[in-house]
């Protein structure tokens, strides 16, 4: 069963008004280089982002959406391997191109593929779901102190249990867990660095006075990753739970599943953010339950082909306990789904259907599109 078209749909989604951060602020959260341009230079929602769909020769349409910024050069190389190539011959936990930052999104695609050929969900593939409903939270950028209250009530009317923060050094956050305290008592918030808090002792200042407020969930990456010792000692002092980032599509970063290992030998974590592909995410779902270990699964505030992926592996996954970061729908303007996933917060349901059991909606791709190509045989 032939690979015989691969279309590409590069679009660019923006952000509803005010819902990355607080009038006023500019933090671009894009945290890789763009170009020649530093990373921490752009915000996430003016990259493109590029949806693909894949053809068998029988008709069988799967589709993926690549992480944002995507390289077309790779993407050629790989459309180049995949067209022609058997379906049923691809050994789908390894795939036949090189790991990179697109390989997700074209796993996506062929995963969907194979799955509706054979009248499976993408779950199925995966084992099958351990629950049909995935924890998930609302999100922020940055905030200023007085937004807050209203910020977290309308999340806890949708039904939210907990919200995760960007932060750093500039913020004062033991200010925005008091008000969140005062204003939902019984939200719960996820403190998100990117090892913005540089050092061991800055962090401790914070969980010094987070710890009296008492609702932080756990701490994500809050220096860099590289000091692991510090971690540990962080997790000694601290009764917030540590949490470490695994982000494998962060090549450029040098992360790799081995950084979990690493980070549960030296115990240096209580938890883990794993964001990455179906195949990778179960690696790592089976290293933390063997760990004893939750996860949550991260992303990059996506659209909805790619959010359904991480539903899909989330339900899978056993230490999958924490709330994912699967919220681009409130974020953006769009998910490009013909019919939304299904939330009622604080979850997500699982697809029905084969596949990823989601519809692209083409008329809102054609709305949001800048540009578009086509490769067959």
Known sequence: ?????????????????GAIESKGMEKPLHKLPVGAKEGWSVQFDQLPKLLISLELENGVIGWGELYRNHDWNMVEDIVQVLLGFDIEKIVLQKLPFTFCREHDGFE???????????????????????????????????????????????????????????????????????AIAEAASDMHVILDPNERWEHAFETMKRIDGLKEVGNVLCLEDPIPRWKLHDYATLRKYSPIPIVL?????????GQRIKDAIQAIHMEAVDGFNFNCGLANFQRLD???????????HGSEVDLGILEAMYVHSSAAAASCIWPSDIFGRMI???????????????????PEGAGLGVEPDMDAIKHYQINYKEYGL
């Open 332 to 350: 953006r303007e769009h998910d490009l789904l013909k019919t939304p996933l299904q939330f009622e917060p604080p979850f997500v349901v699982l």
């Open 108 to 178: 996506c695609a062929i995963w969907d593929a194979f799955a509706k050929l054979h009248d499976m969900r993408l779950v199925d593939l995966l084992g099958g779901p351990v629950r049909d409903k995935v924890k998930v939270g609302a999100w922020s950028s940055h905030r200023h102190l007085e937004d807050i209250p209203d910020l977290v009530k309308e999340f806890k009317t949708q039904g939210y249990d907990c919200i995760k923060f960007k932060s750093d050094l500039e913020d004062d956050v033991i200010g925005w867990c008091a």
């Open 245 to 253: 980032h695994v982000s494998l599509p962060y090549i450029l970063h």
């Open 1 to 17: 069963m032939k690979i015989t078209i691969i279309n590409c749909y590069e679009v660019i989604v923006p952000a509803h008004r």
């Open 286 to 296: 089976h290293i933390a339950v063997a760990a004893e270990l939750p996860c949550w």
